[in-house]
Structure formats: C-alpha cells, structure tokens
Nanobody, 122 residues
Framework: VQLQASGGGLVQAGGSLRLSCAVS????????VGWFRQAPGKERGLVSS????????YYADSAKGRFTISRDNARNTVYLQMNSLKPEDTAVYFC????????????????WGQGTQVTVSS
C-alpha cells in the first residue's frame, strides 16, 4: 500500500485548503485512513480519521467544527477539507492507512505516506 498526500500550501488565517491522500496497492476500501500533522519541535499527532466505508469519523479537538474528512472509494482517495485555518495549524500533514474495520484514534497505522506542508500566515 502506497499513500501520497497533496494539496498543502501557504494560506492566510481564516482561509481554506483541501488535502488529498491518494492510496494505491491493495483493496483501498478495506483500510481506515488517518490524517496526522507534525509541527517543528512537536510530536506527530492525529488530526482526523475515517473508517473503511466512510460511515465513521474521528476528529481531534483542534479539528472539530473546522475540518471535514471524507473518502471516495471509487477514486482511492481520502480528503481533508480544512476551513477557518489558524497559524497554529501550520505543520507537515501526513496520511496513513490501517487495515481495520474500526476508526483508529491512535498512531498505530500500517502504512504512511510522505507529508505535505501547510503554512498558515497571520
């Protein structure tokens, strides 16, 4: 399983970005996918995750009400729509996949992709 994150960039505070995670390899619809972020000097943390079918999601407190995770199993892609961005959202964002029917809420994932930089200016 290979994952490729894209969609990062530079945006002003209050703006929006949509990240995409393209997944190739084994049966995409069998995997839960999570979005993580890591700011300089900080640990990588889970932002949001979605189960294999898209029927269940999880959001970290920092993402609730502003971010929306979704998936298109026909396109093997998971999205993270980020609205009302804040400077503290600045980080490298990673996507990861886990073979499970659950909604993973930890960092225990099987496959990781390269990150995409998100920078929010004040």
């Amino acid at each position: 399983v290979q994952l490729q994150a894209s969609g990062g960039g530079l945006v002003q505070a209050g703006g929006s970005l949509r990240l995409s995670c393209a997944v190739s390899g084994r049966t995409f619809s069998s995997y839960a996918v999570g979005w993580f972020r890591q700011a300089p000097g900080k640990e990588r943390g889970l932002v949001s995750s979605i189960n294999y079918s898209g029927s269940g999601t999880y959001y970290a407190d920092s993402a609730k009400g502003r971010f929306t995770i979704s998936r298109d199993n026909a396109r093997n892609t998971v999205y993270l729509q980020m609205n009302s961005l804040k400077p503290e959202d600045t980080a490298v964002y990673f996507c990861a996949a886990r073979y499970t029917r659950l909604i993973p809420t930890t960092t225990d994932y099987d496959y990781w992709g390269q990150g995409t930089q998100v920078t929010v200016s004040s």
